[in-house]
Nanobody, 127 residues
Framework: QVQLVESGGGLVQAGGSLRLSCAAS????????MGWFRQAPGKEREFVAA????????SYKDSVKGRFAISRDNAKNTVYLQMNSLKPEDTAVYYC????????????????????WGQGTPVTVSS
């Protein structure tokens, strides 16, 4: 089992940047595929970015491609989401998720495939 704690959210002006971090407990962090999701007020939670457990394969929601970057540091048990050129429509609570996989390069984008979730960190982008 793994516990996830997100940090780095906040208030930023449009065009600005934030880096979200997700710290995982336990010593088996490298066995987990990771993902970032977000949920805006009144909307369903949606996929943002995903990363394979070897860190070599990624996937992004179309609207964040070229602006967001997901990465991981297995030595620090941490996954990051670098968010640049932020837009007001990026405003949401951002959640980190993890699930164990056998395949080193598999990317998981489906919400229901993730077993573990953090508590979320809010991001507000002002226009």
């Amino acid at each position: 089992q793994v516990q996830l704690v997100e940090s780095g959210g906040g208030l930023v002006q449009a065009g600005g940047s934030l880096r979200l971090s997700c710290a995982a407990s336990g010593r088996t962090f490298s066995t987990y595929a990771m993902g970032w999701f977000r949920q805006a007020p009144g909307k369903e939670r949606e996929f943002v970015a995903a990363l394979s457990k070897n860190g070599l394969s990624t996937s992004y929601k179309d609207s964040v491609k070229g602006r967001f970057a997901i990465s991981r540091d297995n030595a620090k048990n941490t996954v990051y989401l670098q968010m640049n050129s932020l837009k007001p429509e990026d405003t949401a609570v951002y959640y980190c998720a993890a699930t164990e996989t056998i395949n080193y390069s598999v990317i998981i984008t489906k919400i229901t495939s993730y077993a573990y979730w953090g508590q979320g960190t809010p991001v507000t982008v002002s226009s």
